[in-house]
Each structure stands twice: as C-alpha cells, then as structure tokens.
C-alpha cells in the first residue's frame, strides 16, 4: 500500500519563527489533507490539497502530487500553534486514508 | 459544517467487559471510519464502513468488532475488553469516493481505560 513519511519528526520553535513541515508519500493520491491535533486529542481539519496551494492565515500549505511531496507552512508561530501535525492520504484505488507518523511542533514563549 | 460526534471523550471499563463506542455524523457520508492512535505509532485504521451494513477490516481489526444498521451511525465494539486495547479512539466520516474527493471529518476523539 501507499507509504507517507513526514519530516522532521520534532520540531522546536521560539514564538515567532516560521517553520516547513514536509509530506512525502509513495503513490499517486487523489485527497491530501493535514490535520493539527492539539493537546487534547482533537483533529482539527487545517487544508484539504490533493494539488495547489492553499493559504488560510498563517498557515498556507503546497502539493506537489507529480513530485508526490507536500509542505505546511507555518508563519509567526504562536503557543497555540504546538500539537501534532499529521497529512494523511488516499491513494487513486482504496477507500482507506493513510496516515503519516506526523509532526510534533513545540512553540516556545 | 460537518458534525462528527463520538459519544463518550473518557470511558474507563473493566477487563473482560463488551465495551460500545458510539459515532454519528450529520452529512449524509457513505464513508465511516474508526482509527485508534497510541503514542510513537500514529493512527491505525481498525475498520471502516461504505455503505449501511457493510465494513471492511483495516490494518488491525483484531479483538473488535463493528456496526453499521444506519448510515449516519458506526459503532466500534470490544468485544472482552483488554489491557492493550487502553488508546485514543477516532472516528471519522467522508462522502463516497464516487462522488467526489472530499475531506474526511473527524470526531473529538474517545479516550478508553480499560483497567
């Protein structure tokens, strides 16, 4: 099946700072999406980007689906913003969405 | 917007029990989901539902079982509960594939103890 690695694993940002996260996967996909979950355990839908570029305050993300990689960007950092930060896939043939291991982003005062 | 609710955000059981999750979504999905996550191995897909009274096992089905006797309602199910089975419970909804590639939604989550 559909393989999704994401890099880095841990991330530590003083507030302010910008950061990249990266989504590779394996196949071609036709749903991308990145989540946040936060301390609590909810997943909050942040982009849905099988393709393109998407902003949405100062998050904004890009897929680039024939280079099978996409990125979140993460601008002005704040506390709020520390959690996990997951994409997940669905490739062209299954119902099934795969997860990658996902983010872990600390924001520091 | 969509409406994934899970029924329970803390359960705590006992060892042995039959243990019902409970998820409703409000938009009509084909698509139903539960994923359950423990720390360092992300989230797992334990089943998913396309249809009422249809389901396919995902990547670790074992000990559980599910429900799908309406389309807006899929039910996880411990069957004797255990130890191991202590995790994070998601459950999640998408329109069909044939439709169109929407976004999955996801519940706030079930965190069960089982003692």
């Known amino acids: 099946g559909i393989q999704v690695e994401q890099s880095p694993p841990d991330l530590i940002l003083q507030e302010g700072a910008n950061s990249t996260l990266r989504c590779n996967f394996s196949?071609?996909?036709?749903?991308l999406q990145w989540f946040h979950q936060n301390p609590w355990g909810q997943l909050i839908n942040l982009f849905y980007?099988?393709?393109g570029t998407k902003q949405n305050g100062r998050l904004s993300a890009t897929t680039v689906a024939t280079e099978r990689y996409s990125l979140l960007y993460i601008s002005s950092s704040q506390t709020t913003d520390s959690g996990v930060y997951f994409c997940?896939?669905?490739?062209?043939?299954?119902?099934?969405?795969?997860f990658g291991p996902g983010t872990r982003l600390s924001v520091l005062p | 917007d969509v409406k994934v609710t899970q029924s329970s955000r803390y359960l705590v059981k006992r060892t042995g029990e039959k243990v019902f999750l409970e998820c409703v979504q409000d938009?009509?999905?084909?698509?139903m989901f539960w994923y359950r996550q423990d720390p360092g191995l992300g989230l797992r897909l334990i089943y998913f539902s396309y249809d009422v009274k249809m389901k396919e096992k995902g990547d670790i089905p074992e000990g559980y079982s599910v429900s799908r006797e309406k389309k807006e309602r899929f039910s996880l199910i411990l069957e004797s509960a255990s130890t191991n089975q202590t995790s994070m419970y998601l459950c999640?909804?998408?329109?069909?594939?044939?439709?169109?590639?929407?976004?999955?939604?996801f519940g706030d989550g079930t965190r069960l103890s089982i003692l």
């Open positions: 999640a909804s998408t329109p069909s594939l044939g439709i169109s590639n929407q976004p999955q939604h």
């Open positions: 980007i099988p393709s």
């Open positions: 997940a896939v669905r490739d062209n043939y299954g119902q099934n969405f795969v």
């Open positions: 196949d071609s996909v036709n749903n």
């Open positions: 938009m009509d999905h084909e698509n």
